[in-house]
């Protein structure tokens, strides 16, 4: 074996190695993958995201929030234009009200109901998770300092 086929040689093992330390990468990662959408994403491909593990995030809406009793919830998470309904069994976080923000993570029945397993819940009156407001934004219902339009009416009410 010459020289150059050896060094070919070794380079080929290299990237073989390097592929399969990638793969196997990928493959323990895939359950931790999660994809964020608003609801007017969710809304325009709705059979691509059933059954897939994904974030939603926008506002609860006003007057959505109902209690079945134990700790299940139902609430409609809204971005103003579309609304995606949301049931959660657990402990909702203490800042969770309707018009904030709030990104729930779980996954989408094929009868469009959202199961989330986990909700949070913006922490103060400048924070939202920046999907939730980047989506907010796109959607034009966004006002600077922090509030929106929704959050703006509730607190507004006070």
């Not at 924070?127 to 339009?149: F, H, I, N, S």
């Not at 929704?150 to 507004?156: D, F, K, P, T, V």
């Amino acid at each position: 074996m010459t020289r150059k086929q050896r060094r070919l040689a070794l380079i080929a093992s290299g990237l073989v190695v390097v592929g399969l330390a990638v793969g196997l990468a990928s493959f323990a990662l895939r359950d931790n993958i999660v994809f964020f959408y608003s609801p007017s994403e969710l809304a325009a491909k709705p059979a691509a995201a059933a059954g897939a593990r994904l974030r939603v995030g926008g506002l609860v809406k006003q007057a959505s929030l109902q209690r079945e009793g134990g700790q299940t919830v139902r609430f409609v998470v809204t971005d103003m234009k579309n609304d995606v309904p949301v049931t959660y069994t657990g402990l909702l976080p203490d800042l969770f009200r309707e018009g904030q923000g709030v990104v729930a993570e779980g996954a989408l029945r094929p009868d469009g109901l959202f199961h989330a397993d986990s909700v949070l819940a913006k922490h103060d009156e400048r924070y939202m998770p920046r999907e939730v407001a980047d989506a907010l934004k796109k959607q034009g219902v966004w006002q600077e300092g922090g509030a929106t339009q929704g959050g703006a009416a509730a607190s507004a009410e006070k």
